[in-house]
């Protein structure tokens, strides 16, 4: 079974993100039936709503890396949680075309994290990530993803990437390979000019970087 790995960060501090669990049109744009009951019983719509959002697009990540043409739009992914509160950790299945993904989230005051992936036996997988804050003097647009932001958590998950692997920074490298189309793929990893196995994906969003590799 091919690895399907994909991850997410919601920075909820953004002003794209408060209110919009109060905002009918944008909730029945991306949310499919079962999710808006879980946003309807629930009395903290906004943070339900990031983060079923959050494992759509780690969903879609996930299986973009094999499935380059399966189509991001939001409600051809279906979120079911077990039982939760979503005031910490949540867990779950995300229904999609392609296969069925276990999803993991949590989060505190200032943001949502989820990670999906395919079923792997724990015992063949080694998976490490972080989660980091902007650093000090680094500017902060939420309009766009900026170049500092991807510099950090590239910056993040080779220094991670160096501390399993025992090489130099130096002889590690994140590529992100562009199809026939042009079009930019999931990230690769590279050590000593050979492509690895190890798969890895990267997201950023406001004050917030975050990445989580497996092999």
């Known amino acids: 079974?091919?690895?399907?790995?994909?991850?997410?960060?919601?920075?909820?501090?953004?002003?794209?993100?408060?209110?919009?669990?109060?905002?009918?049109?944008f909730i029945r744009k991306i949310l499919t039936s079962r999710e808006q009951e879980y946003l309807n019983n629930s009395d903290r719509p906004d943070r339900v709503l990031w983060h079923v959002w959050a494992a759509k697009e780690s969903a879609y990540k996930a299986l973009s890396r094999h499935?380059?043409?399966?189509?991001?739009?939001?409600?051809?992914?279906?979120?079911?949680f077990y039982p939760t509160d979503f005031s910490s950790m949540t867990n779950g299945i995300v229904h999609t075309p392609m296969e069925n993904l276990s999803m993991s989230s949590w989060s505190d005051k200032d943001k949502i994290c989820c990670i999906c992936m395919n079923s792997v036996s724990p015992s063949s997988l080694v998976l490490d990530l972080g989660v980091e804050g902007m650093e000090k003097g680094m500017a902060l647009d939420?309009?766009?993803s900026t170049a500092a932001q991807s510099?950090?958590?590239?910056?993040?998950?080779?220094?991670?990437?160096?501390?399993?692997?025992?090489?130099?920074?130096?002889?590690?490298?994140?590529?992100?390979?562009?199809?026939?189309?042009?079009?930019?793929?999931?990230?690769?990893?590279?050590?000593k000019g050979k492509k690895t196995d190890m798969t890895l994906s990267l997201s950023h969003d406001g004050r917030f970087v975050f990445f989580v590799w497996v092999i």
């Open 142 to 144: 939420y309009d766009q």
């Open 1 to 25: 079974m091919l690895m399907a790995l994909g991850n997410d960060i919601v920075d909820l501090a953004s002003p794209h993100v408060t209110g919009k669990g109060q905002d009918p049109r």
């Open 67 to 80: 499935h380059p043409h399966i189509s991001s739009a939001p409600k051809s992914f279906d979120v079911s």
């Open 151 to 191: 510099l950090l958590v590239r910056k993040k998950a080779l220094l991670s990437l160096a501390s399993y692997s025992g090489e130099s920074i130096d002889d590690i490298a994140i590529e992100r390979p562009q199809n026939k189309k042009g079009h930019t793929g999931p990230p690769e990893v590279w050590i």
